[in-house]
């Protein structure tokens, strides 16, 4: 992976890096794909890929609340960029190709499986509502649940018996899922316990690659994990523009700050 100065033109990018200078092809910088919540998909520079463009935009409770918070797709990426460096030295494959800019990186092309993977290793959110487990409650094993990617109807859980009625993903797929964010729990909580950081929980998604192989897609980052201080349980998360706890910048940067300066080694 590098990183450099990029520079979107009629139907190109071109790199700057202290060392070289390339041009990745692009079919059109116009041209959107799909335009997420939080990301906007771009062709690719060549087949088989997509540009990922983080944004500044928060949304909760599936999008009912937005707002523009200037560097937070910065944040976001850097974070996410970080966690994804980690776990493919540790072993697990990811759609990230390469980090083009602070917002910008290139990922293989996927079918993404319309199922969110949700980890839980504490209780909070849906869960303590649900099961009315009063949050921070220690779970006594990791939870694997699914979700609907459906914004429509705000995502709702969904069994492994009706995403296999419903032809939303394969047994074998499925087990593969549960498989490896099983694995990337426990190499997340292990990455963040080095920087006195809590993984409560969090959300995967994976795509079909053209091989038919399943990967790790999307981002990880603090709008994907619930994330507490270790000493003082302090959110660091977008649970703080959730509920309104105050600036989400600072927790971000909290994040970032000591992924890059904790001491952590992998
Ligand atoms: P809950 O089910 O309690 O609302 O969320 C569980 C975990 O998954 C939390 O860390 C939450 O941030 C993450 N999560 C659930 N749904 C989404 C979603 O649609 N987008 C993002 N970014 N994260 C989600």
Redesign the pocket.
Known sequence: MIAGDLNFEQNHVTIKTNKQERVLHMQSTDDILYEGKSKSVHPGPCADSVILRYKDTATAFNGVKKEEISGKGKLNATISNLIYAYLHENGVETHLIEILDETTVAAKKVEVVPI?V?IRNVA????SHTYGVPEGTPLRRAVVEF?LKDDALD?PPINESQILALDLATATELADMTRQAVKINELLITYFAKVKIRLI???LEFGRYKDGSIILCDEISP????LWDADTGQKLD?DRFRQDLGDLISGYEEVLHRLTSGGFTS
């Open positions: 969110e949700i909070a959110g849906r869960f979700a995502d929980d969090f959300k709008d994907s994990c619930r977008k």
